[in-house]
């Protein structure tokens, strides 16, 4: 495909629940190139779909997602708080959007580190391990291409590397920084590409990060026109919580 890909940030999360199945299915019925969501470990270990350090905005109730079994958020109505439409809106599992979606289109999951911080004896990082593996199970080495890992942290994504090195790796970042002193150097070669909001990018940075082979994805790309200036700039991947006013806008204008 060429840039820029136009992918639902946390799934068409304008028009239905972050991160959940519907807002997933809306997403690519609007005619994105892919989506983006975020996972988490549950107290049980199993990769699960959430983006918040705590439950308390989309669920209702105090603790995170390490607080609590699978089981338990099973039970948890995560569509309630957006609207009595989606009343009874489930949790997702990462091995079920991988099932769901991964012929569909471009997946890119952030691993969050709110909960991936327990290292094994190994050294390797649980929730890389954990993502790697269902990845290993549920997506075809034909669809590998599709799969996409974005972290705020470095090390997590080497953890993932070492595991799956077919895979792309995007870091996110806070804002534009020079690439000779940020990062070790073996962290620059791995990666395909930064991430950073799209208030805090700049044309200086899209033409740096070119220069060193790396793509410039923004997320929060909520306008057709901010999207016009993304791709002006250069911008290879833009993610927008907005689709149904991105997609059909930006492409009936390119």
């Not at 199993?46 to 995170?64: E, N, Y």
């Not at 950073?196 to 994805?217: D, M, P």
């Amino acid at each position: 495909m060429d840039f820029p890909w136009l992918i639902a940030h946390r799934g068409a999360m304008a028009e239905a629940p972050e991160n959940g199945q519907a807002a997933f299915d809306l997403a690519f019925f609007r005619g994105v190139d892919g989506i983006e969501f975020d996972v988490q470990l549950s107290a049980d270990n199993v990769p699960v779909i959430f983006h918040d350090d705590t439950l308390v905005r989309t669920a209702g109730i105090k603790g995170s997602i390490s607080d609590h079994t699978l089981e338990d958020l099973r039970q948890l109505d995560m569509g309630i708080w957006f609207s009595d439409k989606y009343s009874g809106s489930r949790i997702m599992t990462l091995a079920e959007v991988l099932q769901r979606y991964c012929h569909q289109g471009i997946l890119m999951i952030e691993l969050k580190s709110v909960s991936g911080g327990q290292r094994l004896s190994g050294g390797l990082n649980l929730l890389a391990r954990k993502v790697a593996e269902d990845i290993l199970v549920h997506v075809p080495a034909n669809r590998k291409q599709n799969i996409f890992i974005l972290s705020f942290d470095a090390d997590m994504l080497a953890d993932v590397h070492w595991l799956l090195t077919d895979l792309c790796f995007v870091l996110n970042i806070r804002k534009p920084w020079l690439f000779s002193t940020a990062l070790k150097q073996e962290i620059r070669r791995m990666l395909w590409g930064y991430c950073l909001a799209f208030k805090r990018v700049t044309g200086k940075f899209v033409r740096q990060s070119h220069a060193a082979g790396k793509t410039v994805a923004v997320y929060s790309c909520n306008h057709p026109d901010d999207a016009d200036q993304a791709a002006v700039m250069g911008v290879d991947v833009i993610m927008t919580d907005a689709p149904a006013q991105v997609v059909k806008a930006f492409r009936s204008g390119h």
